[in-house]
């Protein structure tokens, strides 16, 4: 969600509305975002001392963790925790 914001005010900034993009699209800038700025939050982390197992460090749009974010998502829906 934090990459998300950044990315929409980046977009913003070029005058381009998210709802301007197709959902591919919109995934794609994303990716571009993460492959340039992602290690930077990673090292800030690292820097506040977190102590985590860096090798298993994944991405929410990484396939591997794709289907379980969709899965959390739908289940708050369902709960009405969370709406759109």
Known sequence: IAFQLVVEKMLAAEGIK???????????????WKEKYGSTITNQIKRLGASCDWTRECFTLDDQLSHAVVEAFIRLHEKGLIYQ
């Not at 998210?18 to 990716?31: I, S």
Request: avoid cysteine; charge should be neutral.
């Open 18 to 32: 998210r709802a301007d993009l197709t959902r591919e699209e919109f995934t794609k800038r994303v990716w571009e």
